[in-house]
């Protein structure tokens, strides 16, 4: 029962324009996420989190956004750069429970 | 960077024989995981331990099994590798309010 789902396997964007990862989830226990992004043979590495009790997080060139009613998060990134280049994963968790569960994933392709 | 480490990296094994990965930290954190990343399926978890001789099953524990009688080692059994179970496998490791920090994965082939 996949919970957390990335519709889109794949993005292309060119350097210096923005990129948007998409990320839904069904159960509304949820409430903490956290986006990854992972390079090839590498473990995957933490990018930015958001708790339920924000609709927005920001680090850099990376914002979060969270629409709990629409049970949707989305990832900016601004402006694209080449080292982007990656797959990303979006994870959920209900906090009290201490694991995560993840999307299958978004193919970032940034070119020049 | 979160001091984990996974052994082996890498390991080819034919159908039938046990494995064991490793995973060590040294950072003191409560939680461990294990995942495993598939094609399509993204990062599935396996087992997670929430303490020294505490441990859970994920989405996709059949087949595995897991132990913890330390803090910083978690491993990860296969008593009899399928092919089914190639895959490569990640350990995470966290503090309960916190977020993943990963391993640098261990690619399994069974044959």
């Known amino acids: 029962d996949q919970q957390v789902k990335q519709n889109s396997p794949s993005l292309s964007v060119q350097e210096g324009r923005i990129s948007i990862l998409n990320c839904d989830y069904t159960n509304s226990m949820f409430d903490y996420f956290l986006w990854y992004k992972k390079y090839p043979a590498e473990g995957p590495t933490f990018l930015i989190s958001i708790s339920s009790i924000k609709d927005k997080n920001e680090d850099g060139r990376f914002t979060v956004f969270l629409n709990k009613s629409a049970k949707h998060l989305s990832l900016h990134i601004v402006p694209s750069q080449p080292g982007d280049s990656a797959v990303y994963f979006c994870?959920?968790?209900?906090?009290?429970?201490?694991?995560?569960?993840f999307g299958a994933g978004t193919q970032v392709v940034v070119t020049p | 960077d979160a001091g984990i480490t996974q052994s082996p990296r890498h390991k080819v094994t034919e159908t039938g024989t046990p494995v064991t990965l490793r995973c060590h930290q040294t950072?003191?954190?409560?939680?461990m995981y294990w995942y495993r990343q598939d094609p399509g399926h993204g990062l599935r978890l396996i087992h997670y331990s929430y303490g020294v001789k505490d441990t859970d099953k994920g989405e996709v524990s059949d087949g595995y099994s897991v132990s913890r009688s330390k803090t910083e080692d978690f491993l990860l059994t296969l008593e009899s590798a399928t092919s089914s179970q190639t895959s490569v496998y990640f350990c995470?490791?966290?503090?309960?309010?916190?977020?993943?920090?990963f391993g640098e994965g261990s690619r399994l082939t069974v044959l």
């Open positions: 994870a959920a968790s209900a906090r009290s429970w201490g694991k995560f569960q």
């Open positions: 995470a490791i966290s503090e309960v309010t916190g977020e993943l920090f």
């Open positions: 950072e003191n954190h409560r939680y």
